[in-house]
């Protein structure tokens, strides 16, 4: 079997080393089961801490990467000012984190703090409102104004943000649902263009 015909041109400008394996290979050190046929190697460059100045999101506890890509991704899409997440939520470099951000794993500032309620606490006292997701909170998303400099917090789907985090929370919001829950990847979309249309000048 040979390696796939991927066509090196598309490498542009790249002058680096290049080594063409068979297929075989290709499976063996990727980690999909059907790789595009390139791969490359990349030194991790050391990134400053999110600095939250009027639009960020904050996990807790969320462990399953593929949201945690697509959130990412959408915080770029939303230009929001980054993403942090507690020690328990999953590790940024999970290579299925990276992939479902579709490339903006490298633009998004991101973060992780070992105790949640101590961190929220003090982006509270820096002027920034810490808004929890919260399924039976009596406040739905598009009544919080989110022209004020804002920091959503969202748990995973299964035990929800931690009661030590609710507690330094500046507000509670829910989003109306005839379900149980929503994908957290879907809710942090809903929260996030909800803060992008106000903002932009359509409500609040």
């Known amino acids: 079997m040979h390696a796939p015909?991927?066509?090196?041109?598309?490498?542009?400008?790249?002058?680096?080393?290049?080594?063409?394996?068979?297929?075989?290979?290709?499976?063996a050190i990727?980690?999909?089961?059907?790789p595009?046929?390139?791969?490359?190697?990349?030194?991790?460059?050391?990134?400053?801490?999110?600095?939250?100045?009027?639009?960020?999101?904050?996990?807790?506890?969320?462990r399953e990467p593929g949201n945690v890509g697509a959130l990412l991704r959408t915080v770029a899409a939303v230009g929001g000012d980054g993403l942090i997440s507690s020690e328990d939520s999953v590790d940024w470099h999970h290579p299925k984190?990276?992939?479902?951000?579709?490339?903006?794993?490298?633009?998004?500032?991101?973060g992780t703090v070992p105790h949640p309620a101590e961190f929220l606490?003090?982006?509270?006292?820096?002027?920034?409102?810490?808004?929890?997701?919260?399924?039976?909170?009596?406040?739905?998303?598009?009544?919080?104004?989110?022209?004020?400099?804002?920091?959503?917090?969202?748990?995973?789907?299964?035990?929800g943000v931690s009661p030590e985090a609710i507690a330094q929370a500046s507000a509670l919001v829910s989003i109306p649902s005839r379900?149980?829950?929503?994908?957290?990847?879907?809710a942090g979309a809903l929260l996030l263009y909800e803060a992008l249309r106000q903002t932009c000048g359509g409500g609040g």
């Open 97 to 110: 984190v990276l992939r479902a951000s579709a490339g903006q794993w490298c633009q998004v500032a991101v």
């Open 5 to 27: 015909n991927w066509d090196t041109g598309q490498l542009g400008n790249w002058d680096g080393p290049r080594e063409q394996v068979s297929a075989e290979v290709l499976r």
């Open 30 to 34: 990727a980690t999909t089961e059907n």
């Open 179 to 186: 379900i149980e829950s929503l994908n957290v990847g879907v």
């Open 36 to 62: 595009d046929g390139v791969l490359a190697i990349a030194s991790w460059q050391h990134r400053p801490f999110p600095q939250i100045q009027r639009l960020g999101l904050f996990l807790d506890g969320v």
């Open 121 to 159: 606490q003090t982006c509270r006292h820096q002027g920034l409102a810490v808004v929890v997701a919260q399924a039976q909170a009596p406040q739905t998303y598009w009544e919080w104004d989110f022209r004020q400099p804002t920091l959503l917090v969202l748990g995973n789907e299964g035990q």
